[in-house]
């Protein structure tokens, strides 16, 4: 459909004009006209085709791209929340790696639904628009694996072992394990969809192990060695648990840092806004003209509790307790490690809690009359971001390409949402919605749980921290791309930025103290430090010893009706950014809801009993993936799945998931061209064993190599800014090369025994 004649309905309730997709404001009304480009799935379906039109609403633009052009009015969704997209509102936290569900809508023919399942709408997914007016997906960790330097493929590693764990609670970790819903922007990692998992998985990392391990032949030294010995570590066994293969990923991080210099600069300005005869705001550190750039940075922002007499009172607490007692931890000439030092970060927000709650009391404050604050915490340490919040003053973060959210409010819509009960878009429209269930001053630091997460940006960067004077009506989503982009190719400062924000908050919204705090990094390399393979390899020794069960690094609660979470947590999981907010909005310990947008700051309790229990742990049985020694003759014992026969030549095999193999055994070799597709039967030709390497060379049915709608080939090949197809053309004859026993195994199989009197048949068995 021509992107001129689409017409996008003005969202001003009393105008609704339709004006053309190019504009930016109604030519009516001159209201600001938002456009929600969205990703349109079947669950179950990776692929399927679209019609151009949804709901008489969606216009498809690109593949499965769709326009909303009713942006003022609120997306259909069913009253249930249906099982089958539950995870994508649970993984809610994660936001910044997840697609959120935006609504649904129904396939029709001249008016009447079919009866198929819902299209759901995915927003935050990992497009982008070209200036051709055509669409892509992020490039999948494939294709982008051997175009980036090693601190980018670690950060990578990294940030798909902090979503395991939650993945597989939420059955979908085989999203992680399908490198085609993988996609990549610069440091972050973006998933496509989530992918259910078709039967239970363990927690172990033998799987990831397998996949990462086809990587290895893409990755040059000094990191190739440290990452093949890595991958076998955790498909031998050695390294079970994420927060294991994290400790040895941030070993190796901590090396390969010395080869880049990370400048972080900050900004701050606060102002009372137009409509309030006080700014109960506070920041630090209290200057416009950034410090020269430094290696560490800090920056707090604080909103006192509109409505409350001490607001003010409350946030510079905030301010002055934290700053100085993070400043002591910067300054202290003991190297604390990541863990250490984001608790003595917890320890500050609950000595700040403790400095207002007694200030309340002394003062006998009661009711409305109590102070309170929001807070949100930035600290930049190299090319580590940690993040720290309480309240609904939020982080931002604008990289050369796209936009972040990377905090959650503390507020009952996304409570509801994480929980799994409601979907975003309606409960932000809930009475109360807004209401705050924790804020500092207003409860026992016992009772108290920030949000910590750790980011590792690996790229020039603003990170925006801001109270909601300016957040408030997507002022931020809305003005990122002019305001704050432009900082990174010195069109305009920090300073100047900062000033230009404040300006917007205050006549585009205007109802509210702003305060921002801008902290930009600039990575710069260093080619006076290299680091070698050896240094990489003695990262992974001592292997380190964290008990899956008791590990400092986990506190998920499997009943919010008696657990308890220990004060000691870790940022190296974002389990923080579930379990605890989850134990917190079940009604654990604050017994008030502080309503910040209409002013309502009566105190509710909250009974636990009012809400359902979280769902236990499943009881997931190991799923055994084939040992090397499987390939040994038949006195050895294989573990494959469903036998114990070991692979013999001329043996068939049913493939479980997409394969890609090499024309010899040089896995440095070209791959051959089109993925073997799930279900595929192939035929081992030959074995051929080393002393530390197993390869089969195996033969497939033509029927069986991947059409334009099955996985691209695995292997990374370069991905471009303007390439239009990311999957190589598909061959139409039998193909025979080589794979490593290792990733056949990854790739999962099952014997298979064609009819009798035929020896090689590409005819799947009857189900």
């Given amino acids: 459909m021509d992107r001129d004649a689409t017409q996008l309905y003005c969202p001003n309730s009393s105008c609704q004009a339709p004006n053309a997709e190019r504009s930016k404001f109604c030519q009516r009304c001159r209201t600001l006209l938002p456009k929600r480009y969205l990703w349109a799935i079947e669950p179950g379906k990776l692929s399927v085709e679209m019609p151009e039109i949804l709901d008489d609403r969606y216009i498809l633009k690109h593949d499965r791209v769709y326009l909303d052009t009713h942006p003022g009015l609120l997306p259909h969704v069913p009253e249930q929340v249906p099982p089958e997209i539950r995870a994508y509102l649970r993984l809610f936290p994660y936001r910044w790696h997840v697609p959120q569900i935006y609504g649904s809508a129904s396939r029709s023919v001249g008016g009447a639904e079919l009866e198929t399942p819902s299209i759901w709408l995915l927003e935050n997914a990992p497009i982008e628009p070209r200036s051709n007016g055509t669409w892509r997906q992020f490039p999948h960790i494939d294709l982008a694996w051997s ?11 990294w940030q798909i072992l902090n979503l395991w764990t939650d993945c597989v609670r939420e059955g979908v970790a085989s999203t992680l394990l399908d490198s085609q819903q993988v996609r990549v922007d610069g440091s972050f990692i973006r998933l496509a969809q989530l992918i259910p998992d078709e039967s239970e998985l363990s927690t172990g990392l033998d799987k990831l192990g397998y996949l990462w391990s086809r990587w290895v032949p893409a990755t040059e030294p000094p990191l190739r060695d440290f990452f093949d010995q890595l991958c076998q570590r955790m498909i031998d066994g050695q390294l079970h648990t994420p927060e294991q293969a994290q400790i040895v990923i941030d070993r190796a991080i901590d090396r390969l840092n010395v080869t880049r210099d990370y400048h972080w600069q900050v900004t701050t300005l606060s102002d009372r806004g137009p409509s309030r005869t006080r700014n109960e705001d506070a920041c630090f550190p209290l200057t416009e003209k950034p410090d020269p750039p430094r290696s560490q940075a800090l920056s707090i922002v604080c909103d006192g509790v509109g409505g409350h007499d001490g607001g003010d009172i409350a946030s510079g607490l905030a301010i002055s307790t934290v700053s100085e007692r993070v400043s002591l931890i910067e300054s202290s000439q003991t190297k604390l490690s990541r863990v250490d030092k984001l608790d003595r970060v917890r320890e500050a927000i609950a000595d700040a809690n403790d400095a207002i709650g007694q200030r309340n009391n002394d003062e006998q404050r009661q009711g409305r009359q109590r102070m309170g604050t929001t807070i949100v915490i930035g600290q930049g340490d190299d090319n580590d971001l940690f993040i720290s919040h309480i309240g609904d003053s939020r982080a931002y973060l604008v990289n050369a390409r796209t936009f972040y959210s990377l905090t959650v409010d503390d507020d009952v819509a996304s409570r509801e949402v994480r929980l799994g009960y409601a979907f975003y878009r309606t409960a932000v429209h809930q009475p109360a919605a807004g209401s705050l269930v924790q804020a500092l001053g207003m409860g026992a630091s016992s009772h108290l749980y920030p949000t910590t997460q750790r980011f590792i940006v690996n790229e020039d960067c603003i990170v925006l921290l801001c109270s909601d004077g300016l957040s408030d009506y997507d002022r931020v989503e809305q003005h990122w791309k002019t305001e704050l982009q432009p900082i990174l190719d010195n069109t305009t400062s920090l300073t100047s930025a900062a000033h230009r924000l404040v300006e917007i908050a205050n006549t585009q919204n205007g109802h509210d103290n702003v305060t921002i705090a801008l902290m930009q990094l600039r990575v710069i390399p260093n080619p006076n430090r290299q680091v070698d393979s050896t240094e990489l390899i003695a990262c992974l020794t001592p292997l380190p010893h964290v008990p899956a069960a008791l590990s400092e690094y986990s506190t998920v609660a499997t009943d919010l009706t008696t657990a308890t979470i220990p004060r000691r947590r870790s940022p190296l999981l974002p389990l923080l950014a579930i379990g605890i907010p989850l134990a917190m909005l079940a009604g654990l310990f604050l017994p008030q809801v502080i309503e910040r947008f209409t002013g309502r700051t009566d105190l509710a309790l909250e009974s636990i009993d009012d809400l359902p229990a979280n769902r236990p742990e499943n009881d997931t049985a190991e799923i055994q993936l084939e040992d090397r020694m499987a ?26 998931r997409p394969l890609v193999f090499y024309p010899d055994k040089l896995d440095t070799s070209p791959p051959l061209d089109g993925a073997i597709k799930t279900g595929a039967i192939v035929e081992v030709k030959a074995i051929d064993k080393t002393v530390d390497r197993h390869w089969l060379q195996v033969r497939s049915c033509p029927q069986d190599i991947a059409t334009e709608n099955s996985p691209a080939p695995t292997a990374p090949t370069a991905p471009t800014r303007d390439e239009t197809a990311e999957t190589a053309e598909t061959p139409t004859t039998e193909i025979a090369g080589w794979v490593e026993f290792k990733n056949l195994s990854a790739a999962g199989y099952e014997l298979y025994e064609p009819p009798p009197g035929q020896a090689w048949s590409c005819d799947p068995p009857n189900p």
């Fill in 631 to 656: 390939i040994d003759p038949p006195n050895s014992a294989a573990t494959t799945a469903g036998t114990s026969t070991p692979l013999v030549v001329g043996q068939q095999l049913i493939l479980r």
């Fill in 147 to 157: 175009q980036v330097d090693d601190l980018h493929k670690l950060g990578w590693l």
